[in-house]
């Protein structure tokens, strides 16, 4: 298993990560096992590929990730998404190509479903 926690970092208290994205093989420490808290760039990559953060404004309510100091919930994370999403999109475009990337960023997934 991975020696960091996904969400913070930090390398105590790790056990097998077993959140909301079940694919990913992971570990995660005990705290943000206990506040709910998922990884930041899985939540704006889900975010993105829903719409952006208005369509999935409901489903993403119960949002928690960590940024130190603190663990955030949605509203923070919709300000994140705002922030982040041009540099995750550029990454994407120079790893996966402009095509995936203007179907992430239009919400509509081709082939990355
Ligand atoms: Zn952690």
């Known amino acids: 298993m991975p020696k960091k926690c996904v969400v913070c970092f930090s390398r105590g208290n790790l056990r097998r990560y077993a959140g909301h994205f079940p694919w990913l093989k992971a570990s995660i420490c005990r705290t943000c096992e206990a506040e709910g808290a998922e990884p930041l760039g899985l939540i704006l990559l889900w975010i993105s590929v829903r719409g952006g953060p208005e369509a999935c404004a409901d489903a993403g309510e119960g949002w928690v990730t ?25 990454l994407i475009k120079s790893e996966l190509g402009q095509e995936d990337a203007n ?11």
Do not use: C, T
């Open 66 to 90: 960590y940024r130190p100091p603190n663990y955030v919930g949605w509203d923070a994370i919709r300000l994140l998404y705002i922030q982040e999403i041009d540099g995750m999109l550029s």
């Open 103 to 113: 179907a992430i960023k239009s919400g509509l997934p081709s082939r990355l479903q």
